[in-house]
């Protein structure tokens, strides 16, 4: 069997000549060297020849297929520059029209209310440290001198991890164990806070069972409760954004602290909402049913010397004090959230709402 090569090779070039757009061109040259194509199916019958006419023909199709390939590329390349001429000919775009508002994500209260904690307490001089969520028995408890007996250490408080089986595994329930891992680790002076999950088996309208917590402390030579007096009320004046917030420290007890002392803050009480700061305290009702009060929004205390000796320190040479406070409770004050479950109920809507712009 014979080929015209020369008329396969100028039918071929003319009928790539020919195409005006890409998807016929495509067309063409799957024509020519596809599975089934005239080169293909031409290469195909080289076994069908002697050996003298298939090194001849042979060498004369390969040539044919490299021009064929590179007039397809060069045409290719004519159309692809054509066709985007055309394009930019006849799409035009408004340049001066503004732009598409695009959906941007919103910062979680908890994120924004934690970062303003820290960055009030950097100014103060506090480093911020943090620990695990997963902790044992000893750091959550009995190096805060938590007894065997405190209710804080029940089923119905604590979650507890028995995969391990020594029933001593458990969810952290405040972030004072990152107190404790802190003064283990180094040494004196300290001023740290540790912002953080956690864990208690409680779920109503002003509880659930994961929150947020900002554990503080000063450890330091010298350190008394006017400094932790001071330390508290002026980071509630600056977290509130207010030039005098109200501040009452109540006795009350912490197995970790002592003396130890709820804080409470000065406020106005209304059926819609809680104004921070009144300017003056009594319990009797004010026009319009608003009533003013206090409003405790922490606990505090200096330092157990036992907690300090189960770190290895002197309480005759260290003192210092320590506050928690909750993250959720300070974002409903500051920003009027009325119930702490929306917090973790995943409402984009929510979000919207309450979210902050980044």
């Keep these: 069997m014979t080929f015209d090569t020369k ?21 063409q040259r799957i024509t020519l060297l596809g599975k089934k194509g005239k080169v293909t199916e031409a290469l195909k019958t080289l076994g069908s020849v002697g050996p003298e006419e298939r090194k001849t023909l042979g060498a004369a199709l390969n040539e044919i297929k490299k021009d064929i390939t ?31 508002d695009i959906p941007r994500g919103r910062i979680h209260p908890v994120t924004k209310v934690t970062e303003e904690i820290t960055e009030i307490f950097a100014r103060m001089g506090f480093s911020v440290a943090e620990g695990p969520d997963i902790e044992d028995d000893t750091h959550n408890f009995t190096a805060l001198n938590i007894p065997e007996s405190h209710p804080a250490r029940q089923m119905h408080d604590t979650f ?3 995969g391990n089986g020594d029933g001593k595994t458990l969810l952290r329930t405040h972030t004072s164990p990152v107190q404790i891992r802190t003064m283990s680790a180094g040494r004196p002076p300290f001023r740290v806070i540790a912002p953080g999950s956690t864990y208690r088996c409680d779920s109503d309208i002003t509880h659930t069972p994961m929150f947020h917590q900002v554990e503080g402390f000063v450890i330091d ?19 509130f954004e207010l030039d005098d917030v109200p501040v009452r420290f109540r006795p009350s007890f912490f197995p970790f602290t002592e003396p130890s002392a709820e804080v409470d803050i000065g406020c106005k009480r209304s059926h819609e909402a809680i104004e921070i700061g009144a300017p003056s305290l009594s319990s009797s009702p004010q026009a319009g049913g608003t009533e003013e009060g206090w409003l405790e929004v922490m606990g505090c205390g200096m330092v157990h010397p036992n907690v300090l000796k189960n770190c290895n320190l002197d309480p005759e040479e260290w003192q210092g004090f320590a506050f928690g ?11 009027g959230i009325p119930d702490l479950r929306t917090f973790f109920e995943n409402d984009v809507r929510w979000l919207e709402y309450y979210g902050f712009m980044p």
């Design 7 to 27: 008329q396969l090779l100028a039918d071929s070039l003319a009928a790539i000549a020919a195409c005006e757009f890409s998807a016929a061109l495509e067309d």
């Design 70 to 100: 590179a007039a397809i590329d060069a045409k290719k390349a004519d159309l692809t520059r054509n066709e985007l001429n055309a394009r930019l000919a006849h799409e035009k775009m408004d340049v001066t029209l503004p732009a598409r």
């Design 160 to 162: 507890y991890l028995h």
């Design 221 to 239: 030579k010298g350190i008394h409760m006017g400094h932790l007096k001071g330390c508290i009320s002026e980071f509630l004046k600056t977290f």
């Design 325 to 335: 406070v909750g993250i959720e409770r300070l974002a409903m004050l500051k920003y």
